[in-house]
């Protein structure tokens, strides 16, 4: 069984730092690409990052480049991610999702994904 489950969210005040964790079972994240999408409160989703099944292969949204930098620790099946200088329009629930590796990039459109954690809730807030 396919199993993501996300953690690390919490309240942060802005400029602050956050390391997201998605910890992965059932499958290795080796083989897979691994989206992180978040969703504020009326607002639609927004792929935020991705890595696919090699470490080179990463995509980030516009809104978050050069703040957010996604990894992933292939011992502890884990893949995190890293948001520094945390805004107030980052607060939404973060989600990661998963699906096979079948190219040489990685999406950043929730539709190309097969599975989904439950999701994290970052705040950030003064």
């Known amino acids: 069984q396919v199993q993501l489950v996300e953690s690390g969210g919490g309240l942060v005040q802005p400029g602050g730092s956050l390391r997201l964790s998605c910890e992965a079972s059932?499958?290795?994240?080796?083989?897979?690409?691994i989206g992180w999408f978040r969703q504020a409160p009326g607002k639609e989703r927004e792929g935020v990052s991705c890595?696919?099944?090699?470490?080179?292969?990463?995509s980030y949204a516009d809104s978050v480049k050069g703040r957010f930098t996604i990894s992933r620790d292939k011992v502890k099946n884990t893949m995190y991610l890293q948001m520094n200088s945390l805004k107030s329009d980052d607060t939404a629930i973060y989600y990661c999702?998963?699906?096979?590796?079948?190219?040489?990039?990685?999406?950043?459109?929730?539709?190309?994904?097969?599975?989904w954690g439950q999701g994290t809730q970052v705040t950030v807030s003064s």
């Open positions: 890595i696919g099944h090699s470490d080179h292969i990463t």
């Open positions: 059932g499958f290795t994240l080796d083989y897979y690409d």
């Open positions: 999702a998963s699906v096979p590796s079948r190219r040489q990039y990685c999406s950043l459109g929730g539709e190309s994904y097969d599975d």
